[in-house]
């Protein structure tokens, strides 16, 4: 069986490859964990579409602030130095190539790069595109956090998307609770692997051929 690790280490693996002094989006649900392990020591700038530049990390109980949130409505904290502006100045910040990079979930990647997380197309789904088309297409480094497998089984990781897409050719690196992946010459190349997992098992588990970096 091979290991995974927990949704909290791989927020914490993913804030290590953050460099200082870049300014960040982090998508809703599992992403927004990547905020409470960014290190202390460096100045990296996280910015919600709902307009806050300078988010810190989650707050204590006794501290949430119930005006202060993030895009996915959870309770965040402002850093010294953060700015508030509006909603439309926003998304001209993500839509003008201002963003280094944005962490996104997702349903599907294509070995190609190509991005599905706003709908599963099933009926009666409720679609959930939010800003991350904005994002997908505006940021210069697109880091996808995701679980490897759905809780079926069947992988997240694919040779072609089979939902709505978010962004074509836009995801430079997924990060799942097997291993990372980098997306690389049109396929995914293995940058590094968790627990007992190994080329063969992730081959194995996605059906795809996988690269090795």
Not at 4 to 31: C, H, K, M, Q
Not at 83 to 91: E, K, Q, T
Not at 148 to 169: A, F, I, M, N, S
Request: proline fraction near 5%; include cysteine; aromatic fraction near 6%.
């Amino acid at each position: 069986m091979s290991t995974r690790i927990s949704r909290d280490d791989l927020a914490r693996r993913i804030a290590a490859d953050i460099p200082e002094g870049a300014y960040v989006n982090l998508g809703i649900g599992a992403p927004t964990l990547v905020a409470d392990y960014l290190p202390e020591d460096l100045e990296i700038i996280l910015h919600t579409e709902n307009g806050l530049l300078g988010m810190g990390p989650s707050p204590d109980l006794a501290l949430i602030d119930p005006d202060l949130i993030n895009a996915g409505k959870q309770p965040v904290t402002a850093l010294a130095g953060a700015a508030y502006f509006h909603h439309a100045d926003s998304f001209a910040m993500m839509r003008g190539g201002h963003l280094d990079v944005c962490v996104l979930g997702a349903f599907q990647v294509s070995q190609t790069g190509d991005l599905a997380n706003w709908s599963t197309g099933a009926p009666g789904a409720i679609p959930a595109v939010g800003g991350a088309m904005d994002l997908a297409i505006g940021a210069k480094e697109v880091f996808v956090m995701t679980d490897l497998l759905t809780k079926t089984g069947q992988p997240k990781l694919v040779e072609r998307c089979t939902y709505p897409l978010t962004g074509v050719g836009c995801v430079t690196r997924v990060y799942t609770d097997h291993a990372v992946f980098d997306v690389a010459g049109g396929r995914f190349a293995v940058r590094e692997t968790f627990g007992d997992n190994t080329l063969d098992t992730l081959t194995s588990l996605t059906g795809l051929e996988l690269g090795r970096i």
